[in-house]
């Protein structure tokens, strides 16, 4: 059984926590936050993880926790001493001075999240791609949403049919549905380096693609979608490509012609299979877009920002443990979070 | 136990079907509908229908369903030989259509939803308000989301401290999360008629209330907000208003000091407590905005458009069915239905 803590208890982090109770392998041992917020307290005394310990993550954190009314089980380093790894969701900045301070010290392995540095880990995950990668190492960061939905798409594009080069094009949600003061609220917002850090990002996953990506912010909350164009390697039709698609684990196809013809429309989906949260780890292709003409293959695909990256977390875990291969794990956190 | 079809498989009707369906003193013996739409193959084939019987609303209804590969059980007058009463959560106009060639005929009791004519139904209902108003009756309308919201708060403060006259002004939702065409996108739509027909709704509940309604049109999909000011009859602070919200069952509390300062954090709320499809059946009041100066109370609530009606429509069942007074068939429907 290992020991898990998750540091963080933010969008990303409360859904990691969920998720690591559920597994039959793992303990949830505890988490950790430094801010009384209403979301750490729906979590922890309304919601699944109520009875879950709580640490402090910084010293001065314990007063302000106890202050607002939470049971704090104690300081951050306690739990540390009796953690296999800590699963980091902390913002960007953060995650790295909990490396250096925290972590290392300690001689606890961790896992990091997409906003942290490149060089906060020797590998980018993403568990379709590179599970082997993370083997028995101390620093892992799972890569971004937007970039775990790239790489789950385009590695089986190119395992099984060949991949040249590839364009993404990304449409990003301005902020999550809580996240009501971010912007933009009413125009596009293109990112002005191209390309945007995502096709590095893939890189880093898989350094023999050739992939530009450029991106646009836009004023939704539910989800990104993505714009791909592919040069093939190989011959292939369309139905080959759905083929591919419809394989692949995380990967699923939605259909306007069914009437799930907007991001709108797929999470009135999730919501009406009760997902909770309406999440949707999965990477979604909209199978009617699948399209070829000569050797460019063409799709647009949905990511679900809050949740595409939990399943990837949890394989990481069983990756630099050493409790599991690849193929394993994906089927036992697919079986847990009820993905096919 | 009393046997229940649900006529129509939208945002209302699936919803109630779901919630009949946990009833331990009802059996839901179907659902009807005209459309194979994306939406009725979802619930009924993965969803928490899945084995509910299917019935053609419409006679040519029937081979597009089972074209779409459905499978049909009958047409509805089947069902209606059955029923006990028909949930009928069809679009307005079809409702009267429905009730004049299906319901009358077949002499079955039916339910009508917010939108429906006035003429329906000689009652127009809320739980909370007119409870009793509806026993034994064989049509009852329940009233619109919003004005389920006005009659919950209303009908208590009115109740308990007493209410000289309201003034409701209302910004309304431009559609559900699924209904990506609708609008505004990008612009407030003022309702020219003052009254809007909410206050006129109210008083169908409630005659004696001396009630005015503005309303307004915003774009976002999470839920409707009021802004409510009355004017008491008799002397009450805040914290006494704010008793007697605690006291009702289906309202609830949130702050903003607490971290529930919009509707987007309220419904992060919901999907923490893993709510299925995030649905608040609840009027939930910000407390902090709950302010007495003088005879004049003030408060916000939000009204999640979706799901606040599904609790009275259980309600009405046991009415018009004779099946439970007011308070056990109100304890029966929020325990089913994880409410306070």
């Known amino acids: ?54 640490f402090a993550s910084m010293p001065d954190a314990r007063g302000d926790l106890e202050d607002a009314g939470f049971d704090v089980e104690g300081r951050i380093g306690h739990a540390l001493e009796e953690a296999d790894l800590v699963v980091d969701a902390t913002p960007a900045g953060i995650d790295e001075k909990n490396k250096e301070k925290l972590y290392e010290p300690n001689d606890v392995k961790a896992i990091f ?10 590998v980018a995950f993403n568990a379709n791609a590179n599970f082997e990668e993370a083997r028995g190492e101390d620093f892992v960061k799972v890569v971004s949403c937007n970039t775990t939905s790239l790489c789950r798409t385009l590695y089986a594009i190119d395992e099984d049919i060949g991949v040249d080069s590839a364009v993404a094009n990304l449409v990003r949600r301005g902020g999550d549905p809580k996240q009501d003061s971010r912007g933009p609220i009413n125009s596009i917002i293109p990112v002005s380096d191209v390309p945007s850090h995502h096709g590095p990002d893939v890189q880093e996953v898989m350094p023999w693609m050739d992939i530009t990506t450029l991106a646009v912010k836009v004023p939704t909350t539910l989800s990104h979608v993505h714009m791909v164009n592919v040069e093939l390697a190989d011959d292939a039709t369309a139905e080959d490509v759905l083929d591919v698609f419809e394989d692949r684990p995380r990967i699923r196809l939605e259909y306007a012609s069914e009437g799930f013809g907007s991001t709108g429309k797929v999470v009135e989906k999730m919501r009406d299979l009760h997902r ?36 990837d ?15 394993k794990s994906m089927r036992k956190t697919n079986a847990s979070l009820d993905l096919r």
């Open 1 to 54: 059984m290992a020991n898990i803590l998750v540091n963080g208890v933010g969008t990303i982090g409360k859904r990691i926590a969920e998720a690591v109770d559920k597994q039959n392998d793992m303990e949830l041992i505890g988490v950790a936050d430094v801010e009384p917020s209403g979301e750490l307290r729906t979590v922890l005394e309304e919601g699944a993880l109520r009875d879950t310990p709580l």
């Open 113 to 122: 999240q997409g906003g942290a540095a490149a060089s906060i880990a020797p």
């Open 276 to 311: 909770p949260r309406y999440d949707m780890q999965e990477a979604t292709v909209w199978g009617d877009t699948v399209t070829v003409e000569g050797d460019q293959l063409y799709w647009i695909h949905m990511v679900h920002q809050e949740s595409i990256v939990v399943p």
């Open 313 to 327: 977390n949890l394989d990481a875990i069983r990756a630099m443990l050493e409790m599991e291969n690849r193929d």
